[in-house]
């Protein structure tokens, strides 16, 4: 289980309400399709930000009942079905990291990035719990914590990806903490300096998740189950790292199938600081 591509969205899953499948599906169909307009295929970075353009333009066509364009018919005819129950600022705030992913700066410290994530990840978590009628302050907060940090573990298991793609998401400040290069990281060079980085890294997004944790216990049913699995996936993932002494920048972690019961009992067994 990656936690990129959006697949730690609850599509299709039986432990998604019925009624709220198809809303959820239209979320995850335009993230997902955005997200492959800013990464996938060669186009040069000028073509990608002219299509995510047109993409907004179509977002705000819908939102405001006119007829998009029709380059992209599946993920709008899907989001005019249900936009009426959907926050399309929130929308738009995904397509804003999209467009600054096309030219990534370089990050000063972790609020640089956490307001990376705020755009990039935490609109998700609220969208979900829109469609859940949840929306406390205490809630959004903890809603926006485990998205933070979903985002965060993502990074600190794909720097043989982001590397070559001259993507850093790591912040100068720890990187001087530390006495690791940006290119160094870069790279994917390994070292003990490296390893204490990102060692540190995860420990900030385990934190992250663990402030946001509370929230799938006292999210009632099935969508409680679902956060509870996305929640202590993630976790699983910083575990991987853990076990394999922060080799990141050598060897991708991910959770597989034969992970499956151990991350079941996991959120069977949850508790708020687990």
């Known amino acids: 289980m990656s936690v990129d591509h959006y697949e730690n969205f609850p599509v299709a899953s039986v432990l998604c309400p019925r009624g709220m499948r198809p809303a959820v599906v239209a979320v995850y169909h335009f993230a997902r399709t955005a997200d492959d307009l800013a990464d996938e295929g ?15 333009a179509d977002l705000a066509a819908v939102a ?18 249900e936009l009426h129950r959907l926050e399309p600022g929130l929308l738009h705030d995904l397509l804003d990291a999209f467009e ?12 640089h990035v956490l307001d990376y994530c705020r755009r990039s990840a935490n609109p998700v978590g609220r969208l979900l719990l829109g469609l ?3 929306g406390d302050a205490l809630s959004l907060r903890r809603s926006d914590a485990i998205c933070s ?18 993507r850093l998401y790591v912040p100068q400040s720890d990187l001087d903490r530390h006495g690791v290069s940006a290119e160094d990281v870069l790279a994917c060079r390994d070292s003990p300096a ?14 992250l ?17 679902e956060l509870r699995l996305v929640v202590q996936g993630g976790l699983l993932i910083l575990d ?23 991350l079941a009992w996991r959120a069977l067994t949850m508790r708020a600081t687990s």
């Not at 186009?43 to 907004?56: E, K, W």
């Not at 006119?66 to 989001?79: C, I």
């Open 100 to 111: 600054q992913d096309l030219a990534p700066p370089r990050y000063r410290d972790r609020a």
């Open 64 to 81: 405001a009942g006119r007829a998009p364009s029709g380059r992209w018919p599946g993920v709008f005819t899907l989001l005019s079905r």
């Open 209 to 225: 998740m663990l402030e946001g944790a509370p929230l799938a216990l006292s999210l009632p049913g099935r969508v409680g189950w």
């Open 240 to 262: 991987k790292i853990e076990a394999r002494g922060h080799d990141s920048l050598l060897h991708r972690p991910a959770v597989r199938k034969a992970d499956l019961p151990r």
């Open 149 to 166: 940090a979903l985002q965060l573990i993502n990074f600190w298991q794909d720097f043989t990806r982001d590397g070559p793609n001259g």
């Open 132 to 134: 859940y009628g949840v």
């Open 42 to 56: 060669d186009a040069s970075t000028d073509a990608r930000r002219q299509a995510l353009l047109a993409y907004r």
């Open 194 to 207: 490296a390893r204490a980085l990102i060692r540190d890294l995860c420990g900030w997004a385990r934190l």
